[in-house]
């Protein structure tokens, strides 16, 4: 499975995956799911939303139990993050079936779609419609660079946009909903643990700073006379790193458009995204409010105009107690359990559904870069942990 899935959207120069959602990569990765589900006689469908879904049983049965991640990637994402648990969960359902064990409840794996966000700007797309966190209205505003709104991507992929919106009828078939995904830091390396269980994920979300000054000849305009964007900001991408080095949080520019764009114009306007994290929602708030307090100190200094606006936002995810001793249970007793600062589908869902997640070791803890990886031994150990797992919600044997 993944010989066959690791060549799809691979870029040749960078070696990092170009997976956007509703593009012909993605489309490749959805046959490649498709054709996973066939193979094991699975049912397979598509739901309104264009997540997909491979089931064993009655869906209408309810109480059903479901794993698996997404597909799609960030630009020039790694190999592991997403897929792992897509792959996982077909490997563990292969090995629950070498076992010999019997489901008693219905079982399914599914790929969201637009988990990264990567085309669109917001994460988590296919599983925040479905949940209800995104209004039908709001996604058909969301475009892309080239100003190809969300509808009309799907159209172009043949999915009909028409009916996408909260799905709680297929949410209230789920009994419990287990993520595997490759653990997106250090903590299990340093502790030497192949696997670990998630406690919470932190509140984290998307900021949009719009810096807007006069447009003008980079070798004509005196420095008093300008009014550059710019200046406000370098220095706000300064603040968020004092910012989130006083509240032991994160916080992130990454990603710049600026206009005209020109080498020898002083730039019009200077957009920049703010990501950032931290483990509560207080400190998130303060940290954020500091960082916007000096963007707009510097602008007030160079005669510019600052916009800021909220584009996402998910609070604090605690995971169940229940589902999550229940799967330490499952495990021994003696994994590790660790927050993550990383968004996911699982923390999207929780407010609906029992959810819980298995983290595989990343040596690195490199993630969203080529340079992501797992060895070999600790994906088998993560898909021998979900079989586990899945063995003993679903068939009750353990």
Known sequence: MWRELAPIGRDPASG??????WTGADTDCRAWFRAQAETRGLAYE???????WAWLGDPAAGDAVV?????DSVPDGGAYDGPLGVVSAFAALDEIRRRGAEFTRPFAVVNFGDEEGA???LACVGSRLAAGQLTREAAYALTDADGITLPQAMERAGHDPAAIGPDPGRLARIGAYVELHIEQGRALDLS????GLASAIWPHGRWRFDFTGEANHAGTTRIADRRDPMLGYAETVLAARRAAEAAGAVATFGKVAVEPNGVNAIPSLVRGWLDSRAADPETLDAMVAAIETAARERAARDGVDVTVVRESFTPLVEFGHALRDELDRLLGGSVPVLGTGAGHDAGI????VPTAMLFVRNPTGISHSPAESAAEDDCVAGVLALADVVEGLACGTR
Do not use: E, I, M, P
Not at 349 to 352: K, N, R, T, V
């Open 349 to 352: 869902l929780s407010g609906a």
């Open 16 to 21: 990092g995956y170009r997976r956007h959602a």
């Open 192 to 195: 030497g643990d192949r696997v």
């Open 67 to 71: 794993t698996g991640s997404h597909l």
């Open 46 to 52: 598509t739901d309104r939303n264009g997540n997909q």
């Open 119 to 121: 085309r669109f700007g």
